[in-house]
């Protein structure tokens, strides 16, 4: 059973950049893909990312790509997701997930999941 936790979450100005972690243990970080998601106020929670386990591949939703990177250190147990230019749309509690499968864009397709960080971008 992996446990995650997100961490780096706060206020930022529009234009700002922030980067999340995302600490795991209890299970075998170096073999699954890791995934972002975020949830805006009062919407659905939507997919952000998602890097392959040695890191060479990641993929991104269009609203996000060109100004967020993933990347992760597998000799921390940690995953990371740098935000630049921020926007106040990009206004979200932003989770971060386990999965076998590189490149999965389905909620379902995660097996562990964090708490949430809160990221809030002011204009």
């Known amino acids: 059973q992996m446990q995650l936790a997100e961490s780096g979450g706060g206020l930022v100005q529009a234009g700002g950049s922030l980067r999340l972690s995302c600490a795991t243990s209890?299970?075998?970080?170096?073999?699954?893909?890791m995934g972002w998601f975020r949830q805006p106020p009062g919407k659905e929670r939507e997919f952000v990312g998602n890097i392959l386990w040695n890191g060479f591949r990641t993929v991104y939703s269009d609203s996000v790509k060109g100004r967020f990177t993933l990347s992760r250190d597998n000799a921390k147990n940690t995953a990371y997701l740098q935000m630049d230019s921020l926007k106040p749309e990009d206004t979200a509690v932003y989770y971060c997930?386990?999965?076998?499968?590189?490149?999965?864009?389905?909620?379902?397709?995660?097996?562990?999941w964090g708490q949430g960080a809160q990221v809030t971008v002011s204009s």
């Open positions: 997930a386990a999965t076998n499968y590189f490149g999965a864009r389905r909620q379902q397709d995660y097996d562990f």
């Open positions: 209890g299970g075998t970080f170096s073999r699954v893909a």
